[in-house]
């Protein structure tokens, strides 16, 4: 049969107009999509931003913590979508699905190689940016909290302080962590020896699946709880919220900040801390800053190490124990600060004496910086002519910071099971390696060849086999997914430094979930291939 001219002609229509139908910009076919699956006429174009919108950028760097990753040459997204309320991402998520968009997903962008924001290995992709999602409802009644995504830890502290002065929350130092990325990787923070992680402490948790769906506790099961509570984020779904247990804080805590350098003495009484730093009364925390610093007038340089404590209680208390445990640092009266909780995470963040904690509402770090950090784990002491050597590496930089973390407490009492995050018993201490630079013509691959020797250097003295590595301090150094595809073989060789043996049944959570891997990144989890499902 000969097909009619009029038959012949529509097909053509079709196919010359198919570019244009196809090029529709794929911000308007989402936007379209929206509102098809929305319960609202909720004008959505007033959340979405691209890159023709005079606000693009902002949004954007608003809360982008690594300035490498805002750098001209790095994948920018094709559009950010802010979202008011939980229904709108049920929304975000069938429609990226639909439309094959590739999604990333930003609480705080504190994630340390930017994967929160961008997509190296897949593009084009979108960011849904929560930081709009920021409510707190604190009940000191039932000693818990419900705190959406968007709202950072230093905005819960605060919240938590208005209520009671004899409640607080075992997450980070730095104050500017979005909720949703830090209590998916962990949260550790200056009570972790008496109430373990953040992560350990949440009781509930609001989550948006591959489907759309909302999901409580209830709802997800147990293993899906499980996994988002330390198996780090954008794998398992979309967490909007989290229900917190409230740990009890007295009155009255104490701080001190003392420094020590090479002259005076620090390299024996770092290697002394070393061999306590884990067995001290679960109240005290001593974190170890070490950096270097100049001497004279003339530049001459040295390694100062500052211990930066919390005690849950008063300054006659922590004397006592210092005395008998720790005398070697040679704590005084004069050092300590009593003071309250909400002023002691002041006082922890690192900020400037007197510095009022409304500046936790303020959202800001004003620290931000270009960087590259690795992390480590150690399990014995590093020998004082280790770490002679370990100076040495120091002083070719021109502002390295180690931290030194201690374990022990309540971090040796919970399971390496409990949770996903398996850095447990027999952990004596964690070590966070950071370089970071403020000019953005600064010659990067020094700095990153720097950080590299140093980790080769610490090889002997930190865990083995496999050499554990913090999940929220991501590091794509460890190995990496290539695209959707991802390799369950090559992603186990970051995985089990991240999480041990955590990781096969995070594997096995993913595979039911998501089985195929609508949320991943470069560092995501992956789902069991076909053949060994």
């Known amino acids: 049969m000969v097909p009619s001219r009029s038959s012949i002609l529509s097909i053509l229509v079709v196919l010359l107009l198919s570019p244009f139908i196809v090029s529709l910009p794929i911000q308007d076919r989402f936007l379209k999509c929206l ?27 608003s809360s982008a913590q690594n300035l490498r990753f805002t750098s001209p040459s790095v994948p920018k997204p094709e559009f950010i979508f802010t979202p008011l309320q939980e229904s ?51 009940d000191i009644e039932h000693n818990s909290a419900w705190v959406q995504v968007g709202a950072t830890n230093g905005e819960l502290y605060y919240r938590i302080s208005e209520k009671s002065k004899t409640h607080g ?53 147990e293993d899906l709880f499980w996994a988002i509570r330390g198996g780090a984020g954008g794998s398992f779904g979309i967490v909007t919220a989290w229900k917190l247990k409230l740990v009890p804080v007295p009155s009255t805590v104490t701080v001190f900040t003392v420094t020590k350098t090479l002259e005076q003495g620090a390299t024996k009484i770092l290697y002394r ?186 090889k002997p003295y930190v865990s083995k086999n496999p050499r554990e590595a913090y999940a929220n301090y991501r590091d794509l150094d460890l190995g990496m997914n290539n695209n959707s595809n991802t390799s369950f073989v090559e992603a186990s060789a970051f995985g089990t430094k991240y999480f041990k043996d955590n990781f096969y049944r995070l594997v096995h959570v993913k595979t039911k979930v998501d089985p195929d891997n609508f949320f991943r990144h470069e560092q995501s989890i992956p789902p069991l291939p076909l053949h060994m499902r």
């Open 35 to 61: 509102s098809k699956y929305s319960d609202t006429s909720f004008p959505f174009s007033t959340v979405l931003y691209t890159p023709q919108n005079s606000s693009f950028t902002t949004v954007l760097q």
């Open 88 to 138: 709108h991402i049920q929304a975000v998520v069938i429609c990226s699905k639909q439309l094959g968009i590739h999604l990333r997903v930003r609480s705080g962008g504190h994630d340390y190689e930017g994967l929160s924001y961008v997509s190296e290995i897949e593009k084009p992709f979108v960011v849904v940016d929560l930081a709009k999602l920021r409510s707190i409802s604190v």
């Open 169 to 221: 929350f075992p997450a980070g130092t730095c104050t500017s962590l979005g909720m949703g990325g830090h209590i998916s990787g962990g949260a550790y923070g200056a009570m972790l020896r008496k109430y373990g992680l953040g992560a350990d402490n949440v009781v509930d948790a609001h989550l948006i699946d591959v489907h759309g769906r909302l999901l409580n506790r209830k709802l997800m099961g």
């Open 273 to 458: 801390w070393q061999e306590i730093a884990d067995k001290l009364d679960e109240d005290l925390f001593i974190k170890v800053l070490i950096q270097t610093a100049n001497v004279t007038s003339q530049g001459k340089r040295t390694i100062a190490t500052s211990y930066n404590s919390l005690f849950l209680g008063d300054a006659r208390r922590l004397l006592q124990i210092m005395q008998r445990s720790f005398p070697e640092l040679g704590l005084t009266r004069k050092d300590c600060i009593e003071t309250n909780w909400i002023n002691s995470t002041v006082f922890m963040a690192l900020l400037q004496n007197n510095t009022p904690p409304e500046v936790f509402l303020q959202r800001k770090d004003p620290n931000r910086r270009y960087f590259k950090a690795k992390s480590d784990y150690a399990k014995k002491p590093v020998s004082e002519k280790a770490l002679e050597g370990f100076w040495e590496k120091l002083f070719e930089v021109e502002s390295p910071l180690v931290v030194f973390t201690p374990y022990g407490g309540m971090m040796s009492q919970i399971s390496e099971s409990q949770t996903p995050f398996p850095h447990r018993k027999g952990t004596k201490f964690m070590i966070l390696y950071y370089t970071g630079w403020q000019d953005a013509k600064e010659n990067v691959a020094k700095h990153i060849d720097w950080i590299r020797m140093v980790y080769n250097y610490m």
